[in-house]
Structures are given as structure tokens and as C-alpha cells.
């Protein structure tokens, strides 16, 4: 296998990785445990299993100075926000759905590159916001006329808007530059913990894992929508770069919404499926202006 074939395969794991995400989360919901005690026991799992992983199998060094901690607990909070807000959404309009409007992240990326780090924005950034608008639209209303949950859209929107803030403070912060990649996800991960612990008050309010099939659940959203999917995706971008693994990235939301409609039984209108088709062009746009400009370099 070549090194782009490589790399191809590992993005295409990475992404479809993530859109698991629904598969393991709803049955948790369906037998009544709440968006913050999912989170944590995915978080927990997650950075035990991965703290294992690069201490043991990387040798990589976890041990950070307590301005690296500070700067990791800002992150760990912003990247669990995107977490909290992206699971909650998803009792109200639909996994493939919320899937599909948190990948409009590279967007608000560009939008914010531009607002506060002065980066130019062109014509087809604008397309690219009315694409990605009009998507939206698309999903208010459903072809039987119902009306879509704004406070889920909402709420969709404030996780991508979260990731989008965390993916600029990795590029802009010179102390998350200089981390190692694993070490730096390890304690984005842990201190984000915190998040759904306090808003459990500190266990009170957690639920318990009653059954074998929960606690699969719980061990399924911590190895593969979290740590396989960082793996290979971090490993994917080293081989074949960041525009082809982010243009991969559109696997992502396809697979949340297939495993929406064919295991969870969400519908699939001709309205929703025009309004993925434009989300998707509305960020392959951005994606691809990356690619150009570097080219032209």
C-alpha cells in the first residue's frame, strides 16, 4: 500500500470513526441516562484507555509545567462545550442532522480567521456562508411541514462555533504549539472531564452503569469516535495533509446520518438530503480554497 493509499484509508477510518458517535449515544439515552453522565463516562474511559495507549505504546511523556495545565484547562473546557452542546443536540433534531451542521466548523474557522487575525475574506467564503444558510434553512422545516427544534440547531451551532475556537487556539497558542499532539489531547481530554463532573455535582447526579450493554456503549463511544478516530486522523494528516484528510472529513457527517436512518430509523426527505448536499458544498468550498493557495505557494 502506498503512502497516499495509506493515508486515504486511515482519513476514511478517522472520519466514519466519528460519525459513530450517535450509534453509541442514543441507545444510552434510550435507557434514560442523561447527556452529562454519557459524556463523563466517555471522557473518563477515554483518557484512562488513552493515557494507557501513549504512556505505554508511544513512550510519550505526560508530565507539563503548570502554565502548559493552565492553557489545557482553557482548551478542555472549550473542547467539552463542543461535546456537551453537539449530545444534547441530538435528542432534539436528529444525529444525522446535528452531524451535518457541526461540520460547518471550517467556516466559522475562516469567518473568525478573518475577524480577529485580520485574514481576508473572498468571494467564495460568502458563497460558502450562503451554501451553508441556505442548508440550514432546508432543515427548519421537514417535507411533512414540521418545524425542526431552533434550540437544537442552536445548539449545533454553538458546538461547531466551540470547535471552531478550539482548532484556531491550537494554531495561535505557542504553548499548544510546542505540545506533543497525544500528550496535549490527553489533558484536553481529562481537564474536560471536569466539565461534565461539575455539572453532575461532583458525581451526585451521575447514573449508574446498570447493565453489560451499557457499559459497551460507554467503552464503544471512548475507543471509536475518540481514540481511533484521533489516532488515525492525526496519523492520515501526516501522510496525505490537512486538505485532503478535512475533504475526507465529509464522511463524518454521512455516516452519523446513515446510521440516523437505517439504525435509529430518523427520516430521510428529499428536503433534508438537499440541505446536507449544500452543507457539504459550503465547507468542500473552504476546503478546497485551502488547497489552491497552497499550490500558488
Request: with cysteine; proline share 3%.
Amino acid at each position: 500500500m502506498t503512502r497516499k493509499n495509506k493515508g486515504v484509508f486511515l482519513g476514511m477510518l478517522g472520519t466514519c470513526s466519528y460519525g459513530t458517535n450517535p450509534l453509541f449515544a442514543l441507545p444510552l439515552y434510550a435507557v434514560g441516562m442523561d447527556v452529562n453522565s454519557v459524556l463523563f463516562y466517555r471522557y473518563l474511559t477515554a483518557v484512562v484507555l488513552y493515557g494507557l495507549w501513549v504512556h505505554f505504546h508511544k513512550k510519550v511523556s505526560l508530565k507539563i509545567s503548570l502554565k502548559e495545565a493552565a492553557v489545557m484547562f482553557c482548551l478542555g473546557v472549550v473542547f467539552a462545550m463542543s461535546s456537551l452542546t453537539l449530545f444534547m443536540s441530538y435528542s432534539l433534531i436528529g444525529a444525522g442532522i446535528a452531524s451535518t451542521i457541526l461540520f460547518v466548523y471550517p467556516i466559522m474557522v475562516a469567518v473568525l480567521m478573518a475577524v480577529f487575525f485580520h485574514e481576508k475574506i473572498d468571494l467564495r467564503t460568502i458563497v460558502s456562508i450562503v451554501l451553508m444558510s441556505a442548508g440550514i434553512l432546508l432543515f427548519y422545516k421537514t417535507d411533512e411541514g414540521k418545524t425542526l427544534s431552533l434550540y437544537g440547531v442552536v445548539l449545533t451551532l454553538l458546538s461547531a462555533l466551540s470547535y471552531a475556537v478550539y482548532m484556531i487556539a491550537l494554531k495561535q497558542l505557542k504553548t499548544a504549539k510546542r505540545m506533543h499532539f497525544p500528550t496535549l489531547t490527553f489533558y484536553v481530554m481529562f481537564f474536560g472531564l471536569f466539565v461534565f463532573l461539575f455539572n453532575l455535582r461532583f458525581g451526585l447526579d451521575l447514573k449508574p452503569i446498570e447493565t453489560p450493554f451499557m457499559a459497551g456503549c460507554v467503552i464503544g463511544l471512548a475507543v471509536f469516535p475518540t481514540i481511533v478516530s484521533l489516532e488515525t486522523m492525526t496519523i492520515a494528516i501526516k501522510l496525505i495533509g490537512p486538505t485532503l484528510s478535512a475533504i475526507l472529513g465529509a464522511l463524518e457527517p454521512v455516516t452519523a446520518v446513515l446510521i440516523g436512518v437505517f439504525v435509529f430509523g430518523e427520516s430521510m426527505t428529499v428536503r433534508i438530503a438537499a440541505g446536507i448536499a449544500l452543507i457539504l458544498t459550503s465547507v468542500l468550498l473552504i476546503v478546497l480554497k485551502k488547497k489552491k493557495k497552497a499550490v500558488q505557494l
